[in-house]
């Protein structure tokens, strides 16, 4: 296996109603994908996607946030979809994650800018709050939990650990790889679909991930996050969260309990939750409109 996988150099197609540009930006020494949008001069916002998603995970979320005067910038983080993918475990520590968006901070010649992570997302951003807090304006994180939440909760809740158990399946050597692909990536599709309200993804929704999902060594560098998680399990230098700080949760995620939500905001010196109960794990999908005023009340 190569060490590394060069980044899809064919910019995206955006849907019709998403505003901006496809374009690659250099960060941390690697290629980001990304989607920018809104005056180049407007206050920097940048969205993190999770797993399984991409940029499109935000893709309600831009013109809004466009619509305020920001400049939003929305990266595939490394691995995913048309960003540089490496091929080595070890490059998707989660000081690597972080270090990307501080390499797109700089990139966009900002000192700091406000940082919205989803999932996977929310817990790059939680580290960047944690260790690079000069860099950010503010910080919204949407159904992820602190990182020191997390570890307490896994080591002391067993109902929390049954539900993260693929994460177990996810250490396993290319088996979770095709597995994950057969049927037509039936089984990611299916998960999506039966851990959202209904009807929350199109058929169109699901193409798109699909294609995402089946470029050159995608999900196994997707994957990837998990298994450098597992193998080196780094602790915050600090626990406290000087950045002003906003959690967003819908009630009904089936892989993270609700208490989470409370306990990391408990961690923050400036911090607010905002729950919504007709939304799960993918409330920016569900409640997209409701999730965008949401993060411009806190950036306001």
């Not at 797109?104 to 000192?111: E, H, K, M, S």
């Not at 799960?280 to 999908?285: F, K, S």
Request: aromatic share 10%; hydrophobic share 40%.
């Amino acid at each position: 296996m190569p060490t590394t996988l060069r980044a899809a150099r064919e910019p995206d197609d955006l849907p019709a109603d998403v505003p901006g540009e496809s374009t690659f930006v250099e960060a941390n020494g690697r290629t980001l994908h990304a989607v920018e949008a809104g005056p180049v001069d407007g206050d920097l916002v940048v969205l993190l996607h999770g797993f399984p998603e991409f940029w499109y995970g935000w893709h309600d979320q831009i013109r809004p946030l466009v619509n305020e005067g920001y400049r939003v910038v929305v990266p595939d983080q490394r691995g995913y979809n048309r960003s540089e993918r490496p091929g080595r475990v070890d490059a998707y520590r989660i000081e690597e994650l972080a270090a990307d968006v501080v390499g797109l901070i700089d990139a966009y010649d900002r000192d700091s800018a406000a940082v919205v992570g989803h999932d996977w997302g929310g817990v790059v951003g939680w580290w960047l709050a944690l260790h690079h807090q000069e860099r950010l304006s503010s910080f919204v994180a949407v159904n992820a939990p602190h990182p020191t939440v997390i570890r307490r909760t896994l080591s002391g809740d067993p109902t929390q650990l049954l539900r993260s158990g693929y994460a177990l399946f996810f250490q396993v050597p290319k088996l979770p790889e095709a597995v994950i692909r057969a049927g037509n990536w039936r089984l990611p599709v299916t998960m999506l679909r039966e851990s959202s309200m209904p009807g929350t993804f199109s058929t169109a929704d699901f193409d798109r991930y699909r294609a995402a999902w089946g470029r050159e060594g995608a999900f196994t560098a997707m994957l990837n996050w998990y298994r450098a998680a597992a193998r080196r399990r780094p602790t915050p230098a600090t626990d406290e969260v000087t950045v002003p700080t906003r959690v967003i949760w819908g009630v009904h995620d089936q892989f993270l309990k609700r208490r989470m939500a409370y306990d990391s905001v408990d961690y923050c010196t400036d911090g607010r939750l905002t729950t919504f109960q007709e939304a799960t794990h993918w409330v920016q999908h569900e409640q997209p409109m409701k999730v965008a005023d949401a993060i411009i009340d806190e950036l306001a």
